[in-house]
C-alpha cells in the first residue's frame, strides 16, 4: 500500500531546502511511486485545512524529497475531482505569449500571496509514471502553475520575483479576500523569506 502524507510533512520558509536544485530522477521505482503518492495525500491533506483555497500542484522538494518531480492537479474548478498528474524530470522547452501578472500562493510560503509575472503560454516535456516522455502544450491559469513547480525544482520560490516590488504582496483575510501586506514590517522585516 503506498504511503500517505500530511501537510505536517510539507517543509516551509526558511527550510534551505526549498532553495536548493533538486536531483533528476533517473529510474521510475517503487520509491518514486510512493513519493508521488505522498505529494498527492499532502496537496489534498493542506488543502482540507483550508477554507478558502486549493491545493493544486506539489514539487517533491516541498515534502522535503530533492528530486524532479511534480505532482498538478487535474481539474483545479473541482475540488471533488482529487485526481492529480504526475510530471518526472519536467522541462519548459518553449516560453510563449505575453508575460502577465497574477496572484500565487505557495504550501510552502505561509500566510503570503504574490502578483507574479509570468508568460501566458509555455511547452513542457516531463516524463509519465510509466517512464515515457510525453508533452504538453500549457496556456492560462495551468502555464502558471507548471512554471511555478519547475521553479520550486531549481530552488526558486515566487516571491524571489517579486522580491523588489513593494505593492506586489498580499496576505488571506478570515472572508478569503486578498489585503495588502506591509513591505517593510512583513516581507522585509521577516528574515525567514529570503535569507
Known sequence: MAKTATLNDIITLPNAHLREHSRKVGIISSEILDLISRMESATLDWEASREHEVGVALAAVQINELYRAVVIRNDFDNKEDLSFT???????????????????????IKDIYGRVPRYEKIKVKALGLDGNEFRVNATGFLARVFQHEIDHINGIVFIDHIKEVPDAFFT????????????????????????
Do not use: Q, R
Not at 87 to 108: A, F, Q, R, W
Not at 172 to 191: A, N
Open 172 to 195: 488571506l483575510d478570515t472572508d478569503g479576500h486578498l489585503t495588502p501586506k506591509d513591505y517593510e514590517k512583513d516581507v522585509l522585516g521577516d528574515k525567514s523569506l529570503f535569507e
Open 86 to 108: 504526475a510530471y518526472i524530470n519536467p522541462v519548459i522547452t518553449k516560453y510563449e505569449g505575453k508575460i502577465l501578472e497574477d496572484y500565487e500562493g505557495c504550501l510552502s
